[in-house]
């Protein structure tokens, strides 16, 4: 049975990764994510969970072990933030194009300069075309719940692609909330060891990471393009089967309110969280409004995307991350190119650009925001594509 | 000291690799399977023997082989080492695995060294091979930290105003000691005995060991390719290249060198020092050889030796 325990995104990220069995865990710590890899180096060195852990001198290094470790055949898991994921960004890379399952948790945070130490996605949104699946967790139950996933997604011998469980900064990792943990035997039930496809056994001698001239490189790049498109069925089956064992249910994105709604918010992570609970109080003032927060960002989930959207004439989409001099901010783009190519490019679309370096979004911007998503739906007319929500201008 | 009817006939490094003729790293590549006792997974770094030898969809590796990238190969080393005893420690492996990791001296010297010096630190059972041919050869030779004073390099040129590489080589196996591991050595393959040995040696001590071997380089060199053991032996006998170990912090002189050859017998062999022979660039070579003196005098007195 499952028990209650309080715990902060930090906290459920290494509860999980406790509980999955894993092999190595080569890791550096970086504020927000630092409580991970404490914990887990404490189930280490305590010997609550039989792995190794390399208390590794970079993050580049620790990513660069993690592809070592996996491809023996380990289970691997990492962490990171901010620059730190900036200084693996080579090496993410690596892990995708070598096919290693590795699981990375993000406590995401504002990339310097200047320096900031608080939550934004420019960190994994500056990786977003690593080949990693991304994974965006609302609250410290959701992410809980998608690491133990994550394994099992990540070594699928469909997929074999690394992926990252997103947190925002301290707003997720350091607070406290209500997390249903399961019991050890339910996670070894639900998520067996993994069974690697290949390996570097030496009795079976291979080589990995030849070096690829024109003539091989492109067809590489093109399975990584397979793998990623195979994965939406994988996560989709995985979450049905962690649905059985938990009653909790998850998907590509999770929609709120939208069977009927006219207008939506679009948002990754937490903020979708406070949009759920004002679009809750805009409908009992009667106002057509809902939210659709992908979970999952990579492989971006277009056709549950337009789904949902359905009927709805207007989107305000949030990103947390500035794309500077494009048109368009991340999530924004997706969102658009996904309309454009499901022939739904009438649909009125503005972005708003919010809570960079960790300023607040509050419940009122975010009325605002339906406020003028619903104006936009009645008149037709964006008179704004591109906002700054809350900055001194 | 192992002998010649003691090694292995079957050849783990194979031919058909596209190094250079004369290539010395494609022969210390090929002795240091020589000395490979048993499961053996080799982690390279990017360099001149990670693209030569391993063109998709071939390679020269009758070992496991992997390569990630260039600054990094031990790190990759203290993953997979820290993976097989994870999954020995889980009887989900029963076998042990040497990792050797192989990296140029531009992958170990300087972009490589926070990696290394990570690995060394956290103690991992590994052997580091850094073959150093002075320069980065395999992008068409440029400086780096272990390119000696006064060479020629792309990034150094032989220029009017400044004759060359103006700073000295990098003490490699003095940071690599300072880390207090088990076993660090110098070789040269020109001392085949020695430099196999040295691998084993390598390879038998639990925790880090760091080799660190002269790589003759007829092309970024400049010298015939059919003189590349002759200039290896000449580093040895000139003094310039040291041949000595450091067990358990006891420094000891494998190669001694009581009648040192003057040091321009090895620079005047090498197209890259040519420029030094002008002579107003005399005392470049002056400097060269008080740079080999000193480095010299100074092994020579760790080993315990009168220089």
Redesign the interface.
């Known amino acids: 049975m499952a028990k209650v325990i309080g715990l902060t995104g930090n906290e459920a990220i290494a509860y999980a990764v406790k509980q999955c069995d894993v092999d190595v865990i080569a890791a550096y710590p970086i504020t927000p994510q630092t409580i991970m890899v404490e914990l887990l180096s404490e189930y280490v060195y305590n010997g609550e969970i039989n792995a190794e852990f390399v208390c590794v001198e970079s993050e580049h290094s620790a990513l660069s072990a993690c592809v070592g470790a996996s491809l023996t055949g380990a289970r691997v898991f990492t962490a990171t933030a901010s620059q730190g994921l900036a200084l693996m960004h080579e090496m993410l890379y690596v892990a995708s194009g070598l096919r290693c399952p590795i699981v990375m948790g993000v406590a995401n945070r504002a990339l310097s300069a200047p320096l900031n130490i608080h939550g934004d996605h420019s960190d994994m949104m500056g990786s977003r075309d690593c080949g990693w699946m991304q994974v965006y967790a609302e609250n410290a139950q959701e992410a809980y719940d998608w690491i133990i996933q994550s394994f099992k997604i990540a070594e699928d011998c469909r997929v074999l692609l690394p992926i990252s469980v997103n947190i925002d900064g301290f707003i997720l990792s350091h607070s406290m909330e209500r997390v249903e943990v399961l019991e050890d035997e339910d996670v070894s039930r639900f998520l067996p060891p993994r069974k690697p496809v290949i390996t570097i056994d030496p009795a079976k001698p291979i080589t990995v990471g030849a070096l690829c001239l024109p003539d091989y490189y492109f067809e590489m790049k093109r399975q990584q393009v397979h793998a990623l498109n195979e994965s939406y069925n994988v996560i989709r089956e995985v979450n049905r089967d962690f649905e059985s064992f938990t009653g909790r249910k998850y998907d590509l994105l999770e929609t709120y309110e939208m069977s009927d709604a006219d207008v939506a918010i679009i948002s990754l992570g937490s903020t979708a969280g406070t949009a759920k609970a004002v679009a809750r109080d805009l409908r009992s003032e009667g106002k057509k409004v809902g939210v659709i927060k992908p979970w999952v960002y990579r492989p971006f989930p277009e056709e549950d995307l337009i789904k949902a959207v359905g009927d709805a004439e207007a989107l305000a989409v949030l990103d947390r991350a500035c794309s500077f001099g494009a048109p368009f901010n991340a999530l924004c783009s997706d969102v658009v190119a996904a309309l454009y190519r499901y022939g739904k490019s009438s649909v009125k679309v503005f972005n708003c650009v919010y809570g960079l370096g960790g300023r607040d979004i509050t419940p009122t911007d975010i009325r605002a925001i339906f406020n003028e998503a619903l104006e936009v739906a009645k008149t037709g007319i964006v008179k704004e594509q591109l906002e700054f929500i809350g900055v001194r201008e | 000291m192992v002998r010649l009817n003691e090694l292995p006939v079957e050849e783990l490094f194979t031919s058909g690799h596209r190094l250079c003729a004369g290539c010395g790293a494609g022969t210390i590549m090929r002795m240091t399977l020589k000395a490979a006792r048993?499961?053996?997974?080799v982690?390279n770094a990017t360099g001149c023997v990670?693209?030569a030898s391993?063109?998709?969809?071939y390679?020269s590796?009758?070992?496991?082989?992997?390569?990630?990238?260039f600054?990094?190969a031990?790190?990759?080393?203290?993953?997979?080492e820290?993976?097989?005893?994870?999954?020995r420690?889980?009887g989900?492996?029963d076998?042990h695995?040497d990792v050797i990791a192989i990296a140029g001296d531009g992958g170990t010297f300087d972009i490589g060294i926070?990696?290394l010096?990570?690995?060394l630190?956290?103690g991992h059972d590994f052997l580091y091979i850094c073959y150093d041919n002075e320069a980065y050869m395999n992008t068409g030779i440029q400086r780096s930290g272990a390119t000696p004073h006064g060479a020629a390099t792309t990034t150094s040129p032989a220029g009017r105003r400044i004759p060359g590489k103006p700073e000295f080589k990098k003490d490699l196996i003095g940071i690599c000691a300072a880390h207090g591991i088990e076993y660090a050595a110098t070789a040269s393959p020109a001392y085949w005995n020695d430099y196999i040995t040295k691998v084993q040696r390598g390879l038998e001590v639990e925790g880090p060991a760091v080799i660190h071997v002269f790589s003759p380089c007829p092309l970024g060199m400049r010298f015939d390719s059919s003189k590349s053991m002759e200039v290896a032996r000449l580093a040895v006998q000139t003094r310039y290249w040291p041949v000595y170990e450091v067990e358990k912090g006891k420094y000891k002189l494998n190669i001694k060198v009581p009648q040192p050859k003057p040091l321009v017998d090895f620079l005047k062999i090498q197209g890259r020092f040519s420029h030094l022979f002008q002579p107003e660039f005399q005392h470049e070579i002056e400097a060269l050889q008080r740079w080999v003196d000193e480095n010299w005098s100074r092994i020579a007195s760790l080993c315990g030796e009168t220089a």
């Open positions: 048993g499961p053996t997974v982690v990670e693209v391993t063109i998709y969809p390679t590796w009758k070992v496991s082989w992997v390569h990630v990238a600054e990094n031990a790190a990759v080393a203290s993953g997979i820290a993976a097989y005893k994870a999954l420690r889980k989900l492996w076998k695995v926070q990696a010096s990570g690995a630190e956290r």
